[in-house]
């Protein structure tokens, strides 16, 4: 069968290896042409990603004031995010009874994408005055490094005396929401091991943060929908402990 | 804990419950308007994937000279789709013998992506007189309505007499590449059903056909690199039948 690769000529120089010559500089020729339009496409690509993510910017800039707007509606209604955290499958999967009570200081959420969007975003979760931590406001973010590289860092969470134990007193591993689809789980009662809380000192999958894609992708755009809707597809294991 | 389901008041007509109504009529009141901001967010997102998809078009247009120009060069180069192919490892594990002795005729691959990009695309083989079939042209389409359901169609097959057999001797089945991700894999000699050519009436997975994408998102946008490099990663566990 045909091949690309250069086949070592004999030196007889019948016509046979003549054209055989021929036709091996004239695909040599059209590879490197091929290339050369290759290199134009790229080009056509590459301007194509830059003019996409300039929409992309200015619609984050428009879709600002109506988040900001938004926030402050939210604001009125106690534990609106507590509750769509509880009324959403996957991260409602993630909380346990701690977290759950932590959480009810929860005031505020906000997903800030960086202005170059592909270089990342910063999760921002308000809270108010609680027993648990002095932190008014805790922060997860992602970054893509110039290489592509990514990597995620947290602001230090200041548990209160007696409150490290109570909140983390499972140990620190690598958050998965995907294992638990089956909606809301009692995780600490079944000796697992995940927590809303833990999820700020889990760096170990920056790139594909499952619950910060959650957040960004899925809630923030309509948390509305998961604080009005209560487990869509649930079987409501958890409506007798409330 | 607190939430935003109705709570039954009593008939007294005492301060408290008079403040319990109060709150409740605010928190429904915003509740209304965050409904509200967020079908200005909504529209500001149809917007934004409505000035993507523009962009898309726009180039779309812009790169379709230079992939004829590509396609004209790709035509002086015997066997170029089907070394490729061979070299694509995902490809590759799906090409049986038989498979590969059609594709020696295989002389254009063509990916249209349709106006409304959204709505779906076309791939085209074209193919010199052939002992196998009378097709100069065999298509793939795929296609979302306007309800996003996927489906996809193909161009019938016209078999020469006796070779249907020779090439359609193993069942139709569900067309799967991602369970033979170890580079290329001489499927018809483990009694696997996988092929190229029932690829075409396999239209189980219309919405996420892995073929199709394969090479409209892996291979078109850069075939040279698969002419030129042969199996990347493998053991070249083929390379003694050449
Ligand atoms: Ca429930
Ligand atoms: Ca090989
Ligand atoms: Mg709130
Ligand atoms: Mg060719």
Do not use: C
Request: negative net charge.
């Amino acid at each position: 069968m045909a091949s690309q690769a250069k086949v070592a000529k004999s030196d007889g120089k019948n016509n046979h290896d003549n054209i055989d010559e021929q036709a091996d500089k004239e695909q040599q020729e059209a590879i490197e042409q091929i290339d050369e339009v290759q290199n134009e496409i790229d080009r056509l690509n590459e301007q194509a990603s830059e003019e996409i993510l300039k929409v992309e910017q200015k619609f984050n800039k428009s879709r600002q004031p109506f988040f900001q707007k938004r926030s402050d509606l939210i604001a009125k209604i106690p534990n609106f995010w507590f509750t769509a955290f509880v009324n959403h499958p996957q991260v409602s999967a993630l909380l346990n009874e701690e977290d759950e009570e932590a959480l009810q200081y929860l005031t505020k959420v906000e997903v800030q994408e960086f202005e170059d969007i592909k270089s990342g975003y910063k999760i921002n979760f308000s809270f108010d005055t609680n027993p648990y931590f002095d932190n008014e406001i805790i922060s997860k973010e992602f970054h893509l490094n110039d290489t592509g590289e990514p990597s995620s860092k947290s602001t230090t969470i200041k548990w209160k005396s007696g409150k490290v134990e109570l909140l983390q007193n499972i140990a620190v591993t690598h958050v998965r929401l995907t294992p638990s689809k089956g909606g809301r789980k009692r995780n600490h009662d079944e000796g697992d091991q995940e927590s809303f809380f833990n999820w700020f000192s889990d760096h170990n999958d920056a790139g594909a943060d499952e619950l910060g894609e959650v957040i960004k992708d899925d809630i923030w755009p309509n948390p509305l929908q998961y604080y009005l809707v209560s487990d869509l597809g649930d079987d409501d294991i958890d409506e007798e402990d409330e």
